[in-house]
């Protein structure tokens, strides 16, 4: 495509291109936008090099060599790029991006614009489901790395699952590139490379205090039977390997200690097992952490550990003991939460993995990247979808907020309209629904766009992650329950000024056939 | 985990671990194994910087000093790996990689084994479940790059979709890197950037063989004249800005002359609008090659295309008209193609992006990575779900062939069992359901595994991904209709033998705790 333009003498020729996408993910009404740091840091670095160039030559059509040389000289230096900030709240049809620049090199670059924003966003959305789900007082911890789109969609999948509102990842790479916390456990590997107690017989660790240092092998199994009696359970049954596997982690991790009870019985083994080393942690001045889950009935289970802790809790006289933590893995999604919630349940944070980076509940975002504008003058693109007719024109867009606080609708203009005003009733249309109109009068007003790129440098100092993070989380804070709920959401309202509605209109027309019908 | 086994004193303790999928994906009942190569380059190079230790020293809990002495002489060298050929067919259950070497050695390639198998796998049945559902006459383009989890994950995506048997990608860099066929047409954005014959009133283009040019647009208009007579269109009523882009495409592509034809309007303006370039680049002595649809109902208006192909063809005597390439895209998936199939179309290819990356029918291949043994000593994972039982033990793999050349049925054994022989009687049992139990005199045995890493190196040569797509190819042909067709397929029989039979349940009842009913 860039060949052509160059052979018909557009290298030059100004284009504007909007990126949006036409629908919210998962169902829902609220989109949170993400992948704009990597976007800019795309621009600050393309070019083609000799070999790519070699490499062109190779494959293409017949081409004229002028054309390669061309190829050499393209550059951003010429780009502009606006953009919402990245952890915004975003809605269908408003351009999170509008590119500026030669009809040709703007052309090159929609691909690699398009796979920067569309999984980011997705994966962010996914993730601020995840928390509007589990409520703000549960861990939520991104355990996916082994089942994303190879080692690079792994670290995409944990750097926005942690901007859309995760607490930490298992992905220790993502963790030192982007310092987000790193968390996990141990695997199930871990309790059946012990077999008995044998192994763990000179295992001793001492006190926090460093006072004494006791054979935790036998002090596990006289508390292993004081807790039995209360419990109700056999302690002869409970799996020896798993209680020595136990052991060998309080002894590595005392103050950390959180361990996987259910390779072979939770109830009958893993956790009496994990009560049993506690106990003797707590002996020694240590507090144990708690627990993890990762098969059955996660709401039943969790219920009855807890009541166990709390049963040892109270016999015992140590009050912590009946708050340890409980986290739950195995296959979660959205809707598994939500259920967990209906049925109750005792868990205090969920570790997440292939639902969360796969994006299992509809695993692409749409974005598109769509010509509006070449030399000054407007295009649109109609469609044998009526849905993907393009709003033609560069635009502005404002979020218009209510007395509240909270977002009332954004609206988007041509690029010489003046700004809504606070205060001031303004008129926003449905951009293809004629009746659909409404007067709105805004207490605050929100212009959405800031210039990133421009002149061959950044023209925004970029944040942090965690300022990202943290914008993401105020962003949603603006935006209505209802439109956030997860059963039957409120769509947000996007719309166009009355100017604007009558130039795609217009054009519209003048650019469909008439056909005759037959 | 690494350090709680080497505070263990199990550094040196070798283990065996299992890579394995317990289900099929896509409802289907087989996988292509993918991922392999990566895997042994990733072995090659493994190894924990400086920087890395200074990393997880700053974050691990207090930790002994000489862990990180030991993490700095971490390598694969002590590592066998034993694995089924990539791009063969496997089942559940069956492990594609038996992972031997130093406990916690193996378990720190844990993730990035499965990371590099479970989406490589992945995708690439998804490529060969199109490629069954299409047939073999049908051209099939990989154009996900843009839906894919970043880039580098359209990288996988273009890899091991063409190993699955896709025919080319639009993923440009995949085809530099992996030597894959770079297919693509141009976009609706080159054909808006056109409005009107002017901007190509002076394009020219020299007949084949050098001997006349001609002025494109005013040839054009001609055509356009005469072939709307034929198809009883209104000439006037055709897009002129979309005529322009296919007249500027003409002259810089003669020779590879392809059309995105929905811009505005298939039937009244984009099909007529390629017809009419079409009909000059004949005159100049070029062949035209199709169009695209990328909107509205593919089945209809490709019939509708293929006809004014057909009637022009007859016409105008051209016979090669009539067979002209129509290409479909636009969120086409699997069940699309089956269903355009039914309906009747005149599709002869198609571009599949986002439901070919994502997986969208099924996003994530649950590969596990299971401890099976150390020591010698056999472990096995019981489990709240009876299906994550795992299989204990080292354990070699066979497929069985009967007479006709078909896969018959995967053996496991105990690694210590001779092989079984061909022509002679064998007992394959279900590994969990007693009563299930056949004789099998298979005709030919294949065993699965090779040595593929030990002793620092690579043991086998690593094929080409073309040489890898063949054997996919070939390996698909080897499974039996019913295995591999959509709608409730025969779930081929994976077993073990009599003596591993009783072998995993010995130890299962040994390690279940026995409890009271209450």
């Given at each position: 495509m860039a060949y052509a333009y160059w052979k018909s003498g557009k290298m030059s020729e100004t284009a504007v291109f909007d990126l949006f996408f036409r629908k919210n993910p998962f169902g829902g009404e609220f989109t949170i936008y993400a992948g704009l740091s990597e976007?800019?840091?795309?621009?600050?670095?393309?070019?083609?090099?000799?070999?790519?160039?070699?490499?062109?030559?190779?494959?293409?059509?017949?081409?004229?060599?002028?054309?390669?040389?061309?190829?050499?000289?393209?550059?951003?230096?010429?780009?502009?790029?606006?953009?919402?900030?990245?952890?915004?709240?975003?809605?269908?049809?408003?351009?999170?991006?509008?590119?500026?620049?030669?009809?040709?090199?703007?052309?090159?670059?929609?691909?690699?614009?398009?796979?920067?924003?569309?999984?980011?966003?997705?994966?962010?959305?996914?993730?601020?489901?995840?928390?509007?789900?589990?409520?703000?007082?549960?861990?939520?911890?991104?355990?996916?790395?082994?089942?994303?789109?190879?080692?690079?969609?792994?670290?995409?999948?944990?750097?926005?699952?942690?901007?859309?509102?995760?607490?930490?990842?298992?992905?220790?790479?993502?963790?030192?590139?982007?310092?987000?916390?790193?968390?996990?456990?141990?695997?199930?590997?871990?309790?059946?490379?012990?077999?008995?107690?044998?192994?763990?017989?000179?295992?001793?660790?001492?006190?926090?205090?460093?006072?004494?240092?006791?054979?935790?092998?036998?002090?596990?199994?006289e508390w292993l039977e004081k807790i039995s009696s209360i419990l109700n359970i056999i302690p002869g049954e409970t799996n020896k390997g798993e209680l020595a596997a136990f052991i060998a982690y309080a002894a590595s991790f005392p103050s950390s200690f959180l361990c996987l009870v259910d390779t072979y019985d939770v109830q009958r083994s893993g956790m009496p097992n994990f009560l049993a080393v506690s106990l003797v942690l707590h002996s020694l001045g240590y507090r144990p952490m708690g627990v993890r889950l990762d098969s059955g009935d996660l709401a039943y289970l969790s219920n009855s550990v807890r009541r166990a802790f709390m049963t040892i809790s109270m016999e015992l006289e140590i009050d912590y003991l009946a708050d340890l933590t409980i986290i739950a893995s195995n296959d979660i999604n959205e809707d598994t939460i939500h259920s967990l919630n209906q049925q109750g349940h005792a868990i205090d944070g969920f570790g997440i993995g292939t639902h969360l980076v796969t994006c299992q509940k509809q695993p692409a975002l749409g974005c598109v990247f769509k010509l509006v504008e070449v030399g000054g003058l407007p295009r649109i693109k109609l469609s044998e979808d009526v849905e993907k007719v393009t709003m033609p024109g560069a635009k502005n867009v404002y979020r218009l907020y209510s007395q509240d606080g909270h977002a009332l609708v954004d609206l988007l203009q041509r690029l010489d309209e003046p700004a809504p005003k606070a205060g001031e009733k303004v008129l926003v249309r449905h951009p293809f629904h004629e009746s659909k109109r409404a007067y709105v009068s805004p207490t605050r007003i929100e212009p959405l766009y800031k210039l990133y790129w421009a002149n061959e440098k950044l023209q925004e100092n970029l944040p942090h992650l965690i300022d990202i993070r943290n914008h993401a989380k105020q962003e949603l804070a603006k935006i209505r329950e209802d439109h956030k709920r997860a059963l039957n959401p409120t769509p947000y309202k996007v719309s166009v000024s009355d100017r604007l509605y009558n130039f795609i209109h217009d054009l519209w027309l003048a650019n469909a056939p008439i056909g005759e019908l037959s």
């Open positions: 976007v800019l840091k795309f621009l600050s670095n393309f070019r083609y090099s000799e070999c790519d160039i070699e490499y062109l030559r190779s494959v293409l059509p017949p081409t004229e060599p002028a054309f390669f040389d061309y190829l050499k000289t393209v550059s951003t230096k010429d780009i502009k790029l606006y953009a919402v900030e990245e952890g915004s709240v975003i809605f269908p049809k408003v351009p999170v991006m509008r590119v500026e620049g030669p009809l040709p090199i703007v052309q090159l670059l929609e691909t690699t614009l398009l796979n920067l924003t569309n999984y980011a966003s997705l994966v962010a959305t996914n993730a601020a489901r995840f928390r509007l789900a589990a409520g703000n007082q549960k861990a939520l911890l991104e355990f996916g790395l082994r089942r994303a789109q190879g080692p690079d969609g792994g670290l995409s999948a944990s750097r926005y699952c942690y901007l859309g509102g995760f607490d930490g990842t298992s992905n220790v790479l993502a963790g030192k590139l982007f310092d987000i916390p790193v968390k996990g456990t141990h695997a199930h590997a871990f309790v059946t490379s012990f077999t008995n107690l044998e192994e763990v017989k000179h295992a001793t660790l001492a006190s926090k205090t460093g006072a004494q240092s006791v054979n935790l092998a036998e002090k596990t199994v």
